[in-house]
């Protein structure tokens, strides 16, 4: 489109101006093109740019699960002694208590708190199955004592 040199107004292509009524013949001046606005992407701010005064207090703090690590330590140990007499079954506790301590030793390296508290979970739930294959196991010990008793008494010196 051109605009009319007498009143500026736009002329719709035709040969007078339709504000103005004025021939616009020959005296047509070119309508620049459009300038394209810049959109400015604003700054990003990382951690190491940002001065400490402007911390906004969202981000995540690193945190500890010491006394879940603690908890599958002791586990772990408890298994380990009694995986002797317990006919192996306490190895699934020592495999749900080294998870566990895997787990509870990573929260403190997460990147969110969503990944502190899947870890810390995790580890809490492999105590509890740590624990529960400690019991199941202990439970066995138990048994095979009480069997021993039995049969040294019944059969005297031959026994298992």
Do not use: W
């Amino acid at each position: 489109m051109s605009k009319c040199i007498f009143c500026g107004n736009e002329t719709g292509g035709t040969e007078f101006c339709q504000s103005c009524g004025a021939k616009v013949e020959g005296a047509l001046i070119a309508q620049e093109a459009p300038v394209e606005e810049q959109v400015e992407t604003p700054e990003v701010i990382t951690p190491e740019r940002m001065d400490p005064q402007d911390t906004p207090g969202n981000f995540y703090k690193p945190q500890a699960a010491t006394g879940i690590l603690a908890a599958n330590i002791v586990v772990l140990v408890l298994a380990v002694a009694l995986c002797v007499h317990t006919i192996g079954i306490t190895i699934l506790a020592m495999i749900f208590s080294i998870i566990g301590i895997i787990n509870a030793s990573k929260v403190k390296s997460a990147q969110s708190e969503f990944e502190a508290q899947h870890r810390k979970s995790t580890a809490t739930v492999m105590f509890i199955l740590g624990l529960v294959a400690l019991f199941i196991g202990f439970a066995v010990y138990l048994i095979l004592s009480l069997l021993r008793v039995v049969t040294k008494n019944i059969f005297g010196f031959f026994s298992f």
